[in-house]
């Protein structure tokens, strides 16, 4: 018998998608957004789904959201958490309070998600976690250091977590797809085209297809590489990453 699922960042993009694919399925669905509007009009589509306004880098928000949606639709054993924020800037020169709102959002954001939900997974002996890493946060680019160092904060995260609830009946599963034509892609395009390099990304079909697989898939490892090549992308910077960031510095095109 299954429960009741959350995601996260369900207005749009992936979190919409797979809040959409959940409910289709006969799930209950807790759909959690900042943007309450774009929410609101994804749960209208869904009458198993309910949406609840939440900033999920505030901590008590998300608490919050966990308690109600848990009281209201039922225990909570499967979690899509797709929330996620990504600002454009140079290293050095990015605005402290841009990292940190990504900071928060992606990385803390995730820490709060997980304490919010995973003790009562415990105590239940059983359920899964889907954070959304991203392949940036293995390789990082040109105008992307808050986000790639956010990613590379919640893949640490998620192994500890996975590490640490061993043996719980919890399970924990990181995505990290390359970029996916989502509204954040469009976002990072408009603030500056050349980080993505004119490249196409992944369709959110296809990411969350992979996703569903390893759901699935009971030996599926902690880390999910959808779309082609991403698996190899990452064996890549594990043992050539010299010549692959020069790869990478070719693709991204000069800031305008």
């Not at 979190?15 to 749960?43: C, E, F, H």
């Not at 308690?67 to 929330?83: F, K, N, Q, R």
């Amino acid at each position: 018998m299954t429960g009741t699922a959350l995601v996260t960042g369900a207005a749009s993009g992936l979190g919409r998608l797979a809040a959409l694919r959940l409910a289709a399925a006969g799930r209950p669905v807790a759909a959690l957004d900042i943007d309450g509007g774009n929410l609101a009009a994804t749960a209208w589509r869904a009458p198993a789904m309910r949406g609840y306004q939440c900033d999920v880098a505030d901590e008590s928000a998300v608490r919050e959201a966990v308690a109600s949606a848990s009281a209201e639709l039922g225990p909570i054993d499967l979690v899509i958490h797709a929330a996620g924020l990504c600002r454009i800037g140079r290293a050095l020169d990015q605005p402290l309070d841009e990292l940190r709102r990504v900071l928060d959002t992606n990385y803390l954001g995730t820490v709060h998600l997980a304490r919010a939900v995973v003790p009562p997974m415990i105590d239940a002996g059983r359920g899964t976690v889907v954070v959304f890493g991203s392949l940036a946060g293995w390789l990082p680019s040109p105008r992307l250091a808050a986000y790639s160092a956010s990613k590379g904060a919640v893949h640490a995260y998620c192994e500890v977590l996975a590490m640490e609830t061993a043996g719980t009946g919890v399970r924990v599963l990181c995505a990290c797809p390359d970029h996916v034509e989502t509204p954040l892609a469009a976002g990072v395009r408009a603030a500056d085209p050349g980080v993505l390099g004119d490249r196409a990304g992944a369709e959110p079909g296809a990411v969350l297809d992979a996703v569903d697989r390893a759901i699935a898939d009971p030996g599926a490892p902690l880390f999910v590489f959808p779309g082609f090549g991403t698996r190899q992308l990452w064996r890549a910077r594990r043992f050539v990453p010299g010549p692959l960031r020069q790869v990478i510095a070719r693709y991204v095109k000069p800031a305008h």
